[in-house]
């Protein structure tokens, strides 16, 4: 791995200097010396990967170990260390978050926001607004307008709905849950127009998919004619302290371009704030690539999906089934008739499986349902991580007993907050692995020797020791993983021959690695970011890669204007493994 800065929101108490040295020979004013050793052991800490020890902290700050001893003791006094008796190590104390909340209360957003609240009209030429929570409701602390449409802008001082307008929404969704709970359990869901939502199961549906998509969309929900788009502003911790927020009229911004907003806002709302808030997803793709194996790509349904995930053939029913996590949405393509049906639901939905008993499985914040793609009703099935409400679930797929494997994710993308799960036909299920940041691909290896899962944020697929019969895991360690620059893996899906097939996010293509590792090929997708693949087809021959259009810039969308879409790969001699249904 490449060296890099540290992370927005790493403590910097000073600028680095040279230790302070021990001895007479720099005198100083009284008091001083000690309060530069002191704040120079605090940045040791700081720029430290792991807790220190007392000897390694006497070899790094240089001082006697009798100062050293005082030193610390003080700082430990004060909260700004503390020390970890079973391990004998010292790390940053809780004091130091305390002094990061008292500059974050009395940070001037509004002088932070200026400059690029400007750029931003000016690059966009739409109103531009920069927004607060107060109490329970929306208020607007600064406004940049349009001369052109000054029904379209929002006034300072104005105060607007949280459950109405974009700002609102990414505020909320963004908010920790017992916050978020107790605001919306007291909030009047007054209708604005027809658009507005006003049931609070749909709402709090609304804010699972901003949060997830790290955006909110309002859409004639407050004002006839009236659309904007918002991201969040984030503190040193992750929380909304504000939202940068871009209005316009419908007849100007349809959803596809309101959609196109997110980047450049996304990228306003970081600049603002200093801080990434924690997202996996990026906002800017890599360069589109000019070779690639000389294989053609078609485009077999072309769609403008947010997140196209989950691909899943069925020999029975004859079609491929896959979701749009973010619209959301659960697609049936029949490859016969080249048509793509589409069956809108009201929350995320990340996979959709067939089941042996009718239906398909799919898999919601709220739990596993059984959905019926006629009538269009979900039922209950189960949840394994029913305890942690600010998980969902990502991707899935069954083993050739037919048991699902799916992973899960925060809401927010937290670090190691994911899980593994396996759930078995008759809806019992048991957690396999944990610590986890973004579950994605999985697969097995034509032996049923290997499994194959990925974590993206980690930029790493991992194989684990299979056994088929009784459903266990063992021995994970690294397979692939891809370099900084080089795109994050996503889906994948395992031929016949134990070659991974991988779609790379924000890299443009679809790779084959062998058994061992080594990549094989690479086939150039006309699209930024490929989500997933399977095999599908009567002879299982066909490549299907799904793809995604959530936080592209307008620029990106107009060279790549397939974003989204659903394509299919041929490639001479290479077939894939029938996909298993699910056993329940």
């Known amino acids: 791995m490449h060296a890099r800065p540290a992370p927005a929101g790493t403590l910097r108490l000073v600028p680095s200097a040279a230790p302070v040295p021990a001895g007479p020979e720099t005198p100083a004013p009284a008091g001083l010396g000690v309060l530069e050793k002191a704040m120079s052991l605090l940045n040791i800490v700081s ?27 003080t700082l430990m006094r004060e909260g700004l260390l503390r020390f970890d008796a079973p391990t004998k190590t010292y790390q940053l104390g809780f004091r130091l978050l305390e002094l990061a909340h008292e500059v974050w209360s009395d940070f001037d957003l509004r002088l932070a926001a200026q400059d690029e609240i400007v750029r931003l009209r000016n690059v966009l030429a739409q109103a531009v607004h920069l927004a607060v929570l107060d109490g329970d409701s929306v208020l607007v602390i600064a406004s940049q307008d349009t001369d052109r449409e000054p029904r379209a802008t929002s006034r300072v001082g104005v105060r607007l709905p949280v459950h109405a307008t974009a700002a609102g929404k990414v505020i909320v969704a963004h908010m920790e849950s017992l916050a978020q709970q107790a605001l919306l359990d007291r909030l009047p869901l007054q209708p604005f127009t027809e658009h ?31 659309v904007s788009v918002a991201a969040p502003i984030l503190d040193i911790e992750g929380r909304p302290i504000g939202a940068v927020c871009v209005n316009g009229r419908s007849e100007q911004l349809d959803p596809v371009h309101l959609h196109g907003l997110s980047s450049p806002l996304i990228g306003s709302a970081r600049t603002i704030s200093h801080n990434a808030g924690g997202q996996f997803m990026s906002i800017q793709p890599r360069a589109e690539p000019t070779e690639g194996a000389d294989v053609e790509v078609q485009c077999v349904a072309e769609t403008r999906s947010l997140l196209g995930e989950g691909p899943t053939w069925s020999p029975r029913d004859g079609v491929l089934y896959w979701v749009d996590i973010l619209t959301p949405s659960v697609h049936c393509f029949d490859s016969v008739q080249r048509t793509d049906r589409e069956v809108k639901l009201g929350s995320m939905v990340s996979v959709a499986i067939p089941k042996a008993t009718g239906g398909l499985l799919v898999a919601t914040p709220t739990g596993l349902m059984t959905l019926d793609m006629e009538s269009k009703t979900l039922s209950a099935f189960c949840h394994p991580e029913s305890e942690r409400p600010g998980n969902r679930y990502n991707d899935g797929k069954c083993d050739r007993m037919g048991r699902l494997w799916i992973g899960t994710l925060d809401m927010g993308t937290a670090a ?13 299920w048991r957690k396999m692995d944990s610590g986890i940041t973004v579950s994605n691909g999985l697969g097995w290896s034509p032996d049923n020797r290997r499994m194959y899962f990925t974590d993206t944020v980690r930029r790493t697929i991992y194989v684990y020791d299979f056994d088929l019969y009784p459903g266990t895991i063992s021995n994970r360690r690294p397979f692939i993983m891809l370099d900084a620059n080089d795109g994050t893996p996503d889906g994948l899906t395992v031929d016949e021959e134990g070659c991974l097939w991988v779609a790379v ?21 006309p699209v930024p970011r490929p989500t997933s693949c399977c095999f599908g087809g009567p002879n299982l021959d066909t490549l299907y890669v799904t793809s995604a259009s959530v936080r592209l810039g307008e620029q990106t969308l107009a060279s790549a204007p397939q974003s989204g879409s659903l394509f299919a790969i041929r490639v001479p001699g290479v077939r894939g493994l029938p996909e298993t249904t699910f056993a329940g």
């Open 47 to 73: 720029a430290a990967p792991a807790p220190m020890t007392f000897t390694e902290l006497l070899r790094a700050g240089h001082l006697p170990k009798a100062t050293l001893h005082r030193i610390l003791a």
């Open 196 to 226: 507005t939502l006003t049931r609070r199961e749909a709402l709090r549906s609304e804010l699972d998919l901003t949060r997830a998509r790290g955006y909110a969309v309002e859409y004639l929900e407050h004002e006839d004619g009236v």
């Open 416 to 428: 190691n907050r994911g899980n593994l799960f396996r759930v078995d036909a008759d809806g019992s």
């Open 505 to 525: 996010w924000d890299a443009w293509r679809v790779s084959r690695y062998a058994p061992d590792g080594r990549e094989l090929m690479r086939i150039r997708m």
